[in-house]
């Protein structure tokens, strides 16, 4: 049983407790928040009676805990993540790992020098049905093509619209569509393949200061990557690896149940795995699995994919004029 705490109370954290509890390795110990009403409110949900912190260091220094979850605001993950490391607490951190390239890399290096497991929270890439994609991917041939999407209209534009920026639109929180949807589109691509070799983005940008939608171009040596986001119109066109042979296709990228391959005979493959649990579920008994067994790194959310994707976002970021408060720290 690992003892748990949790940095960020909103309605994410309780999904990914209730996704936890279903290990039945996890036991909620601590919560954090800025604010001890906040704080216990959300503790008060849960029968056992969590300790409540609003002293990030003191919940970091406690001997009750093994490990840390944090999903706080993006502009948050890499202080909050730091401190709880270098209090030998082992941390899962919500996407996107941190604000910016630098960040993700002091993140790295906290974890080595402390020897404790950081992963990235992408739930996505931990699903059987993304196993089955991995595992399937060669029946398709030469791979010509990887396209993604992932628009989803977001209710708080609605807001933004009549002049309430709330936290979504907010650059001083490092958030925006590329950060909060993008990245289950770009994430999935480099851990199938890796990096690319060029990165070309436009977006359109928000008053507010941050993009509300964007596309990226990701070129390698035999194929692209074509990814399309956006927090202000919505899409239902689903995900595909185009390969020689034929054609995979993902219902969402985001949270990949459905998978077929379309061949080029007309023959269609159903690979679709049958899917119990929390789609959290398995990002929580990845980690909890690797730091039962001493291991220090993901196979599939490796700490390597997760500088990749912090690099090309930046690299987006930057083609988009779009500049964080945090990148000028």
């Not at 748990?4 to 909103?10: A, D, E, M, R």
Request: aromatic share 10%; net charge negative.
């Amino acid at each position: 049983m690992l003892r748990f705490g949790i940095v960020g109370t909103n309605w994410i954290t309780e999904r990914f407790i209730q996704a936890a509890e279903e290990t039945e390795q996890f036991e909620l110990k601590a919560v954090y928040s800025r604010t001890e009403e906040k704080g216990r409110a959300f503790a008060a949900k849960y029968n056992n009676q969590p300790e409540v912190y609003t002293d990030l260091t003191e919940m970091a220094s406690s001997d009750e805990l093994d490990a840390v979850y944090i999903a706080s605001p993006n502009s948050l993950h890499a202080e909050q993540a730091i401190e709880c490391m270098k209090h030998g607490k082992h941390v899962l951190c919500e996407k996107p790992l941190a604000s910016n390239v630098k960040e993700v890399q002091a993140m790295l290096q906290t974890a080595k020098d402390h020897d404790v497991l950081l992963m990235e929270a992408m739930k996505s890439t931990l699903m059987p049905n993304f196993r089955v994609i991995a595992n399937n991917l060669y029946k398709i041939g030469r791979v010509r093509r990887y396209f993604a999407s992932y628009c989803q209209y977001s209710s708080r534009f609605d807001a933004f619209k009549q002049g309430t920026v709330l936290n979504a639109f907010k650059p001083e929180f490092s958030n925006g569509a590329l950060m909060d949807l993008g990245i289950y589109c770009i994430y999935p691509m480099v851990t199938l393949f890796g990096k690319p070799e060029q990165v070309q983005a436009s977006g359109i940008m928000l008053s507010s200061g941050v993009d509300g939608e964007g596309s990226i171009l990701m070129r390698y040596p035999d194929m692209d990557g074509v990814v399309m986001y956006s927090k202000i119109a919505d899409s239902y066109a689903p995900a595909e690896i185009q390969g020689e042979n034929g054609t995979l296709v993902i219902d969402k990228i985001n949270q990949p149940y459905d998978v077929k391959i379309y061949y080029r005979d007309g023959t269609i493959e159903d690979l679709r795995q049958p899917q119990m649990q929390e789609s959290m579920f398995y990002e929580a008994r990845e980690f909890i699995e690797l730091i039962q067994t001493g291991r220090r790194d993901s196979t599939v959310n490796t700490l390597h994919n997760s500088l990749i994707v912090a690099e090309i976002m930046e690299e987006a970021r930057h083609q988009m004029g779009l500049t964080f408060p945090a990148d000028l720290r």
